[in-house]
Structure formats: structure tokens, C-alpha cells
């Protein structure tokens, strides 16, 4: 079942350029670190390599292309990342599935969707057309994307329509990028807030990433002193491939991979609940791997904990937060659950307990007991790490980040600061206002829990 995955922006380019070269870094991998049977192992690389590429015969070569389509309004971003590929050795994109101009949409949201989207869609659209013939079985689309640009979340909501315009059956699944707290650029709030009401109404699933905790990432665990948006990327392309990279759940004797149906069938079972986040352990610095011994158990006691008290990583971990536990007002203080996916790849994997996962109090009182939790496996190692696992949640994670940039955006709304700068692309106050009222639902939902 291919992944075809649009690339939308800047920072989506660079992305799937790290994605694809950390899928490629995988399957490459020294079958003494993968610790599985070389039968086995043939059988996942080709498994990968039909998800995500297709081998093409370039001057008697076999050279895998990935299965993408490259979109931004500026040319630099998809030239570098075309180059990169070109130059592993290993992987490139194919010819003429790029799309680029010469000038960017200004990070204003409106000129993105309503000036360069209305303009690109239709050759954009052709070439994921091409992209889709080439595969045999479709299993949906990858879209990556940030929030607080102009291209990326304008031209990038666009073409999420267009896509579920053009294919109406198929599964998207949008990723996105959180922009830093602290602001990127004036009006960030405006184009979050305008990009997710947008593909709440078009995509499957939003997984959503915040900037600010994979910052804390790469300097708390991996011990990084200057971080750069690579590094930052890197730590989003691994987080993406644990989840996306092939496992089999045992179902009733059934054996079900983990195509993109199969995960949005179990994770996102009703369309007002569309954000998933991602949590993954270990994580730690390449030059102290040979020195870390990891147990099933313990592993697993600290993901659980960093679902219950929503952390984005293993240390610092707030242990006083239990499930059930509530404050002195009587709300909930933990983080509830509407569907967990468990993806345990590694050595052992079958002596792993994932009961506690499935535990009552983690999950809004109204999930029947069979829809809590979906444990998949690969008994082949990821990422040089022998042990790992990920945790794919709809949950309340990102309500207090969204919560307080609608708060945001609303404040300047209400002054109309810079609202003139979109109205004159072709906004009205009434899209503004349709999308508040779109989010302030998604907020009430998920406050539901």
C-alpha cells in the first residue's frame, strides 16, 4: 500500500527530505544491528521500499525515487533538498514532480491559500495524479506542512481540498509543525489558526509537532549546544518513521500491517477528534547507544507516564500526575485518551506487558474497552536502538497549546490588527470568524475527554 507524500513549503521539504533519508539510513542498517532473520529482513525492505519508493532503472542503476511531490513558492528550499537526495547516493526524488516559483506568500496565510493556491492547484494536482499511477494500490497521502508560514499552511490547506476533492476515498494525513511559543513571525496565531480550522474540515488525521518540544529534545536528551531546524527535523523524521514504518497487529488470527486505514480506522473513530501526537523512547545522543541497556518494563512505564502527565520526553517526567487523579476545582489534571496506537519494535518484543496501556481511567469514560488500545510489532530494530517503541494518541495533548493561541489570534482579531493584510488577498472577517468558531468546538471536544 504506497504513502504518497506532498511536501508543502519550506519546512515540508526539508522534512520529507530527512524522512526519506531516515527510512533509507533504516533499511540500509547492518543486518547484525536489526536482529532479525535475513528472509525476514528482505521481506521488510521490500515492504518499505513499496510504501514509500519505487525502483527505477536510471542508466543500467537500480535508484530508488521516492513517491512525493515537492511544492513551495520559492525555488531554494526544493533545489537544496533535491540536491541532498541526488547526492546520498542512495535515494532521489523524481523529475518534474516539483513545483516552484520565484516568489513566496510574505508568511500571510490568505496570500498562500487565496492568491498561489487557486493559481498552482491544477498543475500541482496533475502532478500528484502522476505520482498516484505509478503506484499499484494507494493506501492515502502524507502531507507535511507548517503552521505559521505562508506557503506551507496556505497553499498547503489548499491543496489538502484539492486532494480530497480529487480523491475522495483515499486516507490524508496532514503533519504539522507548532511554531514556537515565543513567535516566529507577528502573525503565527493568525495562520494556525486558519490552517488547522481548514484541514479539520478536509484531512483525516493532523499530527501535530511543537517546535518547543523538540527543542527540548535535542538539547535535554540528545545533548546538542547549538540546534539548528536539521536537527530539529531530524527528531521529526524519527518520530514519523516509528510510526509509519511496517508492523503487523495479531487480530482475532488475523495478521494487519499498519497501512494508513488500518492506523485511522483504530486512532481516529470520530471526526470531531482528528489531532494525534507522537511519543517515542529512548532517545538519547548516538555516542552513548554502546553504553544503554533498555528492559521492556521500564521502557513502558515511562511512555505510560509521559501520556498521563502529557510530556514530550522521558526526563522530567511530573510522577505526582496519575491517571484518574483531578484538582482542587474538580477537573481533570491528567491527560485523557480517546485511542492509543502501541508500536514496539525490537528485540523481545512478545515479553513486552502493554496492559497498563489499557487501563480504564486512561481513556474518556465512553471508549468501549476494545477501542482503547491497538499494539502493533516489528521485531526488527529502528533507528540503531534495540529496543523502542512509539505511542500514537488522540488525546487532549494539544489543547492547552491550542487553547491559548485561538486566545491569541482572538485578541488581535478583536483590535483587527493586521487583519487588514489579508483581507486585501481575499479574506473576509467572516472567514476569520468561521474559523474561530471551528477550533473553539475542536477545544470543547477535546475538554470532553
Not at 73 to 98: D, F, H, L, N
Not at 328 to 353: E, F, H, Q, V
Not at 396 to 402: D, K, R
Request: hydrophobic content about 40%; charged content about 20%; proline content about 3%.
Amino acid at each position: 500500500m504506497s504513502v504518497v507524500t506532498v511536501q508543502l513549503g519550506q519546512c515540508g521539504n526539508q522534512i520529507g527530505g530527512q524522512l526519506f533519508s531516515t527510512i533509507i539510513d533504516d533499511i540500509h542498517a547492518k543486518l547484525s544491528s536489526v536482529h532479525v532473520p535475513p528472509n525476514k529482513n528482505k521481506d521488510y525492505m521490500k515492504e518499505v521500499i513499496d510504501r514509500f519508493f519505487i525502483e527505477k532503472d536510471e542508466k543500467g542503476t537500480s535508484v530508488l525515487q521516492a513517491k512525493a511531490v515537492m511544492v513551495d513558492m520559492e525555488p531554494k528550499a526544493i533545489a537544496q533538498t533535491c540536491v541532498e537526495a541526488r547526492r546520498s547516493g542512495t535515494w532521489m526524488y523524481p523529475e518534474k514532480q516539483q513545483f516552484c516559483q520565484k516568489r513566496g506568500s510574505g508568511n500571510n496565510w490568505a496570500h498562500g491559500f487565496c492568491v498561489h493556491g487557486p493559481r498552482v492547484q491544477a498543475d500541482i494536482m496533475e502532478m500528484v495524479r502522476r505520482e498516484v499511477e505509478k503506484s499499484d494500490r494507494l493506501a492515502g497521502f502524507l502531507s507535511l506542512m507548517s503552521l505559521a508560514g505562508g506557503t506551507g499552511s496556505g497553499v498547503g490547506a489548499r491543496i489538502t481540498e484539492s486532494l480530497r476533492d480529487e480523491f475522495p476515498h483515499s486516507f490524508i494525513v496532514n503533519q504539522v509543525v507548532w511554531p514556537y511559543q515565543t513567535g516566529e513571525v507577528i502573525v503565527q496565531n493568525y495562520n494556525a489558526v486558519l490552517t488547522l480550522s481548514h484541514l479539520y474540515q478536509t484531512s483525516d488525521a493532523v499530527v501535530v509537532l511543537e517546535n518547543d518540544s523538540l527543542q527540548k529534545i535535542c538539547s535535554q536528551l540528545l545533548n546538542m549546544k547549538k540546534i539548528s531546524f536539521r536537527d530539529i527535523n531530524k527528531v521529526i523524521a524519527h518520530k514519523l518513521a516509528s510510526f509509519l514504518l511496517p508492523a503487523t497487529s495479531e487480530d482475532g488470527g488475523y495478521s494487519n500491517s499498519n497501512d494508513l486505514g488500518f492506523l485511522l480506522q483504530h486512532l481516529v473513530p470520530h471526526p470531531e477528534y482528528k489531532l494525534l501526537s507522537l511519543r517515542n523512547i529512548p532517545q538519547i545522543a548516538e555516542k552513548s547507544m554502546e553504553f544503554s541497556v533498555y528492559q521492556w518494563h521500564g521502557l513502558l512505564k515511562h511512555l505510560r507516564q509521559m501520556l498521563i502527565a502529557n510530556a514530550a520526553m522521558e526526563e522530567g517526567i511530573d510522577w505526582d500526575v496519575q491517571a484518574g487523579s483531578e484538582t482542587p476545582r474538580g477537573t481533570t489534571r491528567y491527560n485523557r485518551s480517546l485511542a492509543n496506537t502501541l508500536i514496539l519494535r525490537g528485540k523481545d518484543i512478545d515479553t513486552a506487558n502493554c496492559a497498563p496501556f489499557s487501563e480504564r481511567k486512561l481513556y474518556a469514560d465512553w471508549v468501549p474497552a476494545d477501542c482503547r488500545l491497538c499494539v502493533m510489532k516489528q521485531p526488527r530494530a529502528f533507528g540503531q536502538y534495540e529496543k523502542s517503541a512509539v505511542l500514537v494518541s488522540n488525546s487532549s495533548s494539544s489543547l492547552g497549546s491550542m487553547d491559548q493561541m485561538v486566545g491569541k489570534a482572538w485578541n488581535m482579531f478583536a483590535s483587527r490588527a493586521y487583519v487588514h493584510q489579508y483581507v486585501k488577498h481575499g479574506l473576509t472577517e467572516e472567514d476569520f470568524l468561521n474559523s474561530f468558531v471551528t477550533l473553539e468546538q475542536v477545544i470543547a471536544s477535546y475538554k470532553n475527554l
